[in-house]
């Protein structure tokens, strides 16, 4: 059995990697770039994770690198290359995409809908009817703002927040045409935001609250007396984030996610298309977060304000909020996620995440000591 794996590289798609191969499966794994440069960033990559001090990369006969692009016809091979892979896959993990919501429409576009048609189309062509597991997202749900999202739930009734959730629903979509085309089975997992507290080598993949952490610390290093006019010395300036004060985020471990996907993957098909939710059971307050993000700029005081706060539109405080936080359009999220069949799928064999407390938040911020790089 030779598993194919996109985006191994990615902060997600090296869990599933390190999950894989420390279960014995074969697995290759798609790259871009020249050959040795992305060696070293598989290496990386496999090194921040919970199993890098005994997987090495490559691992001859167990872990190959195949170059590849999953943007382009083909996944960017020459026809034998792509004949010969289709011949061996028996399991396809799409894990690649573009994770940033500002990211240009076109490139969400590019990437994370026709570059799973483009990974479909070979599992459509590969010799042994491969099953496919797609890394989706549980912000899929757009601009559903309360209440709880169901597993099944694909609709874009509710409109999207921003074009990174738009492009995710259209990949899910395209999942959905190719099983009922090819009557092949397919699984489709949603994860929330993905974080670690672990100590990462900065070379490692980044996830969201290492991306906010060094947006914050540069600001840090700016004098607030010359950033804002009237500015105190020692004082502290209001960023107004517009939301719902009672705004939650679900954030998840990287670790718990990896290896729930990993068992997904093994269960029997129950329809043509299975979702999952691997998500937290409990969403997180966002001033929680919010809370835990000051500490890294501490002349920076952010508070959620209703949405028809008109008199905050367009002001400096908004413009460092952004600038500290990235595009969080997700300050207005209440709602919750059923993890009806993940559950029953999991449980049996991981036990639950535990709660994020402020501990957790400050440590997946990077507030603490950073690993040396390697020699």
């Known amino acids: ?101 500002a990211s240009a429409p076109e490139l969400l576009h590019t990437v994370n809908v026709q570059g799973t048609e483009h990974v479909l189309q070979f599992a459509a062509a590969a010799a042994h009817r491969p099953r496919v597991l797609h890394v989706s997202t549980a912000y899929v749900a757009g601009g559903l703002l309360e209440g709880t999202v169901t597993e099944d739930h694909l609709s874009d009734r509710h409109g999207f927040l921003n074009r990174y959730e738009e492009s995710k629903y259209q990949g899910e979509q395209a999942i959905h045409r190719f099983a009922q085309e090819h009557g092949l089975p397919a699984t489709i997992v949603r994860p929330s935001v993905l974080v670690t507290d672990s100590l990462r080598p900065a070379e490692a993949p980044a996830h969201p609250f290492a991306s906010a952490q060094q947006r914050l610390s540069r600001l840090a290093r700016r004098d607030p007396t010359r950033l804002i006019p009237g500015t105190l010395p020692g004082g502290r300036v209001h960023a107004l984030l517009p939301g719902h004060p009672d705004a939650t985020m679900n954030i998840v471990q990287v670790e718990y996610a990896a290896d729930a996907i990993v068992h997904l993957a093994r269960q029997p098909a129950t329809q043509l298309v299975d979702t999952f939710h691997v998500t937290h059971p409990t969403s997180t307050p966002l001033r929680r977060v919010l809370d835990a993000m000051e500490e890294i700029c501490p002349w920076l005081q952010m ?41 029953a799928a999991v449980n049996t064999f991981l036990a639950p995440p535990t709660v994020l407390d402020t501990g957790y938040l400050r440590a997946s911020l990077g507030l603490g000591t950073a690993l040396p790089a390697p020699a």
């Open 1 to 101: 059995m030779l598993h194919l794996l996109t985006g191994g590289t990615g902060f997600l798609g090296s869990h599933l990697l390190a999950s894989l191969l420390d279960r014995g499966e074969s697995v290759a794994v798609l790259y871009r770039g020249e050959h040795d440069r992305a060696r070293e960033r598989l290496e990386h990559a496999l090194r921040a994770t919970d199993l890098g001090s005994v997987l090495p990369a490559p691992i001859p006969g167990v872990l190959r690198m195949v170059p590849g692009d999953v943007t382009r016809p083909q996944l960017g091979m020459d026809r034998e290359t792509y004949r010969e892979l289709g011949q061996e896959v028996t399991v396809v993990w799409h894990s690649a995409g573009c994770i940033q919501m």
């Open 303 to 343: 508070f959620i304000v209703p949405e028809d706060h008109q008199e905050t539109a367009g002001t400096i405080e908004q413009i460092l909020t952004q600038i500290a936080m990235g595009a969080m359009p997700h300050a207005r999220l209440c709602r919750s996620y059923a993890r009806t069949r993940t559950d």
